[in-house]
């Protein structure tokens, strides 16, 4: 299978991030931001803003005297046996963030072995998760999230999957002929958020951003309830101005 994507704008924010965060590590006894500029290239604005979502997701730290050191975050994931079970906290705490920025359930997804898979979530009583009536690996033509990690597959790995799951009309306004489906997924712009818009519940819009990194297929994704289907557009562009510091997680 090959993919069709192209890097987004968070992907590149996250690999600024992550030689922000390699030449702080390389450091132990900080750095500054002047010193950073020139290890990185990077300009002064450009290097504020990443300092300043590094800093936020506990990665790094300033000192007193103004130096950059790493900080809880990036030492957990770094010292701890347990790896996975680290950057998976990281990635609620990060995710949990998102939730409260966008006011929406926040989701995030991947394409392994040819399956869709919702690997977390962060809900909340405001922001209750979509009620998955119909299994997400079987409803990819209906939801944001699959028509998101179909969008970053090419052709021959569309159809593959299109094959295996029959596209059943899961409310009036979900595509079920295949034709249809894969020219709006061909149409689609990386840079874009995938919409669904009551397609695979009636009741529910969602959004999808890709955070692709390599040859993994992935997505970050919101619902709302259609009461809130006004904030929608407003919400994914949240997310995705948002998913830097998920893919820099995932990075890491």
């Not at 987004?8 to 002047?34: C, F, I, K, M, N």
């Not at 998976?88 to 409260?100: E, G, K």
């Not at 997505?219 to 709302?224: E, P």
Request: glycine share 8%.
């Amino acid at each position: 299978m090959a993919l069709k994507h192209e890097p987004t704008v968070p992907y590149h924010s996250a690999q600024d991030a992550l030689r922000v965060l390699e030449t702080v590590a390389r450091h132990a006894t900080g750095v500054t931001d002047a010193e950073l500029a020139g290890h990185t290239g990077l300009g002064t604005q450009r290097l504020t803003t990443l300092l300043r979502m590094l800093r936020r997701e506990g990665y790094v730290e300033q000192t007193a005297d103004g130096a950059y050191v790493t900080g809880d975050s990036f030492g957990r994931l770094g010292s701890t046996r347990d790896r996975d079970a680290a950057l998976r906290d990281q990635l609620q705490r990060t995710l949990d963030r998102l939730r409260d920025s966008v006011g929406a359930a926040v989701y995030i997804s991947r394409y392994v072995d040819g399956e869709i898979r919702v690997t977390q979530c962060a809900e909340g009583p405001a922001t209750p998760a979509v009620n998955e009536w119909v299994d997400f690996r079987s409803a990819a033509h209906a939801s944001a999230i699959g028509k998101s990690l179909l969008g970053q597959l090419d052709l021959n790995g569309r159809r593959d999957h299109l094959a295996r799951h029959k596209m059943a009309r899961l409310t009036s306004r979900t595509i079920t002929n295949e034709r249809v489906l894969l020219s709006r997924l061909d149409a689609q712009a990386p840079t874009v958020p995938v919409l669904d818009l009551q397609e695979y519940a009636i009741g529910t819009v969602c959004a999808a951003v890709p955070i692709t990194a390599g040859s993994a297929v992935g997505c970050l994704a919101l619902s709302l309830p259609v009461a809130h289907a006004h904030r929608l557009r407003e919400a994914a562009d949240t997310l995705n101005r948002g998913a830097a510091p998920v893919l820099l997680s995932l990075a890491i």
